[in-house]
Structure formats: structure tokens, C-alpha cells
T-cell receptor
Framework: DGGITQSPKYLFRKEGQNVTLSCEQN?????MYWYRQDPGQGLRLIYY???????QKGDIAEGYSVSREKKESFPLTVTSAQKNPTAFYLC??????????????FGPGTRLTVL | GQNIDQPTEMTATEGAIVQINCTYQ??????LFWYQQHAGEAPTFLSY????GLEEKGRFSSFLSRSKGYSYLLLKELQMKDSASYLC??????????FGDGTTLTVKP
């Protein structure tokens, strides 16, 4: 079964600690994305990558970092510099087309709570 | 820049029809997506419109007017399981999309 997975589903961390969220896909998609979703709000783009070893900042990249060493994997690190990290984090992937009209496939999400 | 507006909440009755509107302002246009998201879950793709008009897919239809910067999602024969958030999204050239804040639909018996 092709799909996109995120782990863990729930994550707790103490204030001041860095934490890494996992995202893996076996859909052979070139593009991958990280979003943050706060209660009652839409998705805000943190980082995205269209190809291995390259990634771009989204709208709210401060306090986050990513890597794209493999096509299948796009881990997100929430650093201690992120002032309000408690949120629902969603990873997505898509093919890269010319016109941009490619649906994104989402993982199940990781709910991060900072204690 | 990109700007997408949707109503925050809507309520409808089981078996009825509901229309969820989305207006957008973008510097370029590469179509418009609708996604469904149940509480605590991932969004799932519903529809993609790039040309003007109505696209029907079972109980769900999506309409686009590029000249008006307007789209709507039409849900017919509402079921309780249709209670969810509906996200309007506009893809950009770099492959990323800008999402609206979503419309939370509550279906009542």
C-alpha cells in the first residue's frame, strides 16, 4: 500500500527541548511539505521541498528546521526557538507538475504538546 | 500575495443540500482544490477545478468562476458523516498551495 506516514501520533516535550517529527512516503513523490494547524484554523506552510537536498522556507519557518537527504523522508525539527510549538503538524507529498495543480496527499499528523 | 476567504462555520440538516463558498485573490491562478478534514485527521482530496463551471462527483460538486475569483462546494443528500471542515486551497507555481482557514460544517439529524 502506497502512502505517507508520520510518527509519533502524539508527542509531548518539555519547554526548551528540540524534537524531531518523522515523515515518510512511498508514493515516489518528489515534493514534500510540512504544515502547522492550530485549532479552528487552516494549514500554514512551514517548509517544502521539491527535490532531494533542496528545500524552501514557507510562511512560518522561524523556529523550525528540515532536511531532505532521501526522496522518501522529510523530517521536521521543532527547535527551542519556536515560541509556541503546541500544534497539529501535518506532512504532505505530491508530484511536481508544470501548472501546480497536483493534489497533496497528507499523513495522519502529529499532535505536539509542549509542557 | 494570496488571500482566501471562507465562512467559518455552517450548520445543515441531514438529507439537505449545503453550499460552501470560497473567494480568492491570487497573483496567478493554477486551479483550486477542495479538501475534507474530519476532526483530528488529515485532509483528504475532494476536487480540483481549473476551468470555469461545475464538476460533479457523486454527492459532491464543485464550481469555479475564474473571472469572479469564486468557487463553491455543493454537498447533496447530507449525511452525518459529512460533518467536517472543508478547506479551499489555491496551488502556486512552486507546487505549494495556500489554504483557507476552512469551513466547519455541522450536520444535524
Amino acid at each position: 500500500d502506497g502512502g505517507i506516514t508520520q510518527s509519533p501520533k502524539y508527542l509531548f516535550r518539555k519547554e526548551g527541548q528540540n524534537v524531531t517529527l518523522s515523515c515518510e512516503q512511498n508514493l515516489n513523490h518528489d515534493a514534500m511539505y510540512w504544515y502547522r494547524q492550530d485549532p479552528g484554523q487552516g494549514l500554514r506552510l512551514i517548509y517544502y521541498s521539491q527535490i532531494v537536498n533542496d528545500f524552501q522556507k514557507g510562511d512560518i519557518a522561524e523556529g523550525y528546521s528540515v532536511s531532505r537527504e532521501k526522496k522518501e523522508s522529510f523530517p521536521l525539527t521543532v527547535t527551542s526557538a519556536q515560541k509556541n510549538p503546541t500544534a497539529f503538524y501535518l506532512c504532505a507529498s505530491s508530484i511536481v507538475g508544470l501548472a501546480g495543480g497536483n493534489e497533496q496527499f497528507f499523513g495522519p499528523g502529529t499532535r505536539l504538546t509542549v509542557l | 500575495g494570496q488571500n482566501i476567504d471562507q465562512p467559518t462555520e455552517m450548520t445543515a440538516t441531514e438529507g439537505a443540500i449545503v453550499q460552501i463558498n470560497c473567494t480568492y485573490q491570487t497573483s496567478g491562478f493554477n486551479g483550486l482544490f477542495w479538501y475534507q478534514q474530519h476532526a483530528g485527521e488529515a485532509p483528504t482530496f475532494l476536487s480540483y477545478n481549473v476551468l470555469d463551471g461545475l464538476e460533479e462527483k457523486g454527492r459532491f460538486s464543485s464550481f469555479l468562476s475564474r473571472s469572479k475569483g469564486y468557487s463553491y462546494l455543493l454537498l447533496k443528500e447530507l449525511q452525518m458523516k459529512d460533518s467536517a471542515s472543508y478547506l479551499c486551497a489555491v496551488p502556486l507555481r512552486a507546487g505549494k498551495s495556500t489554504f483557507g482557514d476552512g469551513t466547519t460544517l455541522t450536520v444535524k439529524p
